[in-house]
């Protein structure tokens, strides 16, 4: 049987972009685990740290980037290029042999923001997609096809307008509500973290370091790292050792202080307002993956709906192929569609009890604690989690119920009520929170949990 050149595009689209995401994700993990041996040498709490560090010196984060990028920016990119492709060269005349080569100018956002392997790997799966369309079988009429593909797109529409989000809604009405989805929730917050680590900007990477420079005297050091340590980010010295750890170097300047960042230099200047914009410039300035992110970002929501919908297109044709009449095999294909569409849409629609309950928590949150702990213990996870984040409303008398939450089977739970207690928690939770993140628990827990300890401060020695 021919195998589909749209396919063939989408696979290989899927291995470019798991290369780039591998190689990307190893770096960033490297980097990480510099940066954990540095802050604990520094007496300083580390993230993801124990627990952590075998899987970050192991091959597993770049086998979640390469399986992350590959079905995001990968998979995107391959089926916008193949379905452009496919379409283009349907257009009789000179249209139809110039213009499927409009495809080769995919990778030129990203090479004049910088990123020569992100255009690489875009002129790779460009490159691929035109020649696997150039050699394949001259395309069949496309006006049915089209029309297919216009209505499998109307069941995503309730997934695209949901005002809390695709993602969100996928979680609340999918995820939360069967075992089988709840194993997915838990690999996508045990892995991505990885990845995800990689789109970061400066500003919102894990634990942002500074590396000191001998040369600032010791008074200015002292003050330097208390001022920054309000925007979260930490402070080692400078040596030879810290080189592979560190996300920006601090040196001195005709008696003022610089921050430096590969080849960008910026005054540090006196004001908190000045620093915190200063802090974002110099993250907007030195983000060397913005074309990253942007790219995956229109592959991950624009060529994933579209190659999903080419994919139950081609499965309807291809059972409508049973019938021996073409207009019977295109009413049987649209009826498969329109059944695919309805079912989309229903499974996208919002669900009143789950939406009633989250607007519910949030208007009116638990007044006791006892029913906070009623509803932490609740059988559904739904109600759980929003009511871990509602607990942020009871102030003290919702530390004790938090705390019990941190030990909910559902990730979900654990790093909503780690949340919370950055807003209510005393002495008991700054001791639970700072013991959770010397133990094995989840990144995103830790996150959380490291999170609130910066609001709520941290235990005395």
């Known amino acids: 049987m021919r195998v589909p050149a749209v396919f063939l595009s989408q696979l290989w689209g899927l291995l470019c972009g798991g290369a780039l995401g591998a190689v990307r994700t190893r770096q960033t993990a490297t980097h990480l685990l510099a940066k954990n041996r540095l802050l604990e040498a520094a007496g300083l709490p580390h993230l993801p740290g124990a627990g952590h560090w075998e899987v970050l010196s192991s091959g597993a984060p770049a086998w979640a980037g390469a399986v992350f990028f590959g079905l995001s920016l990968g998979l995107g990119a391959g089926s916008l290029c193949a379905v452009w492709c496919r379409v283009t060269r349907r257009i009789p005349g000179p249209g139809g042999r110039w213009l499927p080569r409009l495809v080769l100018a995919l990778p030129l956002p990203a090479l004049v923001a910088g990123d020569v392997a992100l255009a690489g790997c875009l002129l790779a799966i460009a490159g691929g997609s035109l020649a696997l369309h150039r050699i394949a079988q001259p395309p069949r009429p496309l006006v049915w096809r089209l029309v297919l593909l216009a209505i499998c797109a109307g069941g995503l529409v309730p997934w695209a307008l949901a005002p809390e989000g695709p993602f969100t809604r996928l979680r609340d009405q999918v995820l939360f509500t069967n075992a089988a989805g709840l ?205 871990a984040r509602a607990g942020r409303h009871l102030g003290s008398a919702g530390e004790a119920p938090l705390l019990e939450a941190l030990s909910d089977p559902v990730i979900n739970v654990r790093y909503a009520a780690a949340q919370a207690l950055g807003e209510v928690g005393g002495t008991a939770a700054r001791t639970t929170l700072n013991e959770l993140l010397a133990q094995p628990e989840e990144w995103y827990v830790k996150e959380r949990a490291y999170a609130s300890l910066r609001r709520i401060g941290w235990p005395s020695p």
């Open 183 to 387: 194993a997915v929730d838990q690999f996508y917050y045990r892995w991505t973290l990885y990845p995800a680590e990689v789109l970061k900007p400066l500003a919102a990477r894990t634990q942002p370091l500074a590396a000191v420079s001998p040369d600032l005297p010791g008074p200015q050091r002292r003050h330097w790292c208390s001022e920054v340590r309000r925007l979260g980010v930490l402070c080692v010295d400078a040596t030879s050792e810290a080189a592979g750890g560190v996300d920006l170097t601090v040196a001195p300047d005709a008696g003022a202080v610089v921050l430096v960042s590969g080849t960008t230099r910026l005054p540090w200047p006196q004001g908190a307002a000045d620093q915190q914009e200063t802090w974002q410039q110099l993250s907007t300035t030195r983000d060397a993956n913005h074309a990253l992110r942007r790219a995956t970002g229109f592959a991950l929501f624009v060529g994933c709906p579209l190659g999903l919908c080419w994919l139950l297109t081609s499965v309807a044709l291809r059972l409508a192929c049973v019938f021996p009449s073409g207009l019977r095999r295109r009413l049987a294909a649209a009826v498969l569609t329109a059944v695919v569409t309805v079912g989309l849409g229903a499974a996208g629609r919002a669900d009143p009890a789950v939406v009633t309950l989250r607007d519910s928590l949030a208007e009116v949150p638990p007044a006791t604690a006892e029913d906070l702990g009623q509803r932490l213990r609740s059988p559904r996870v739904v109600e759980r989690f929003y009511a």
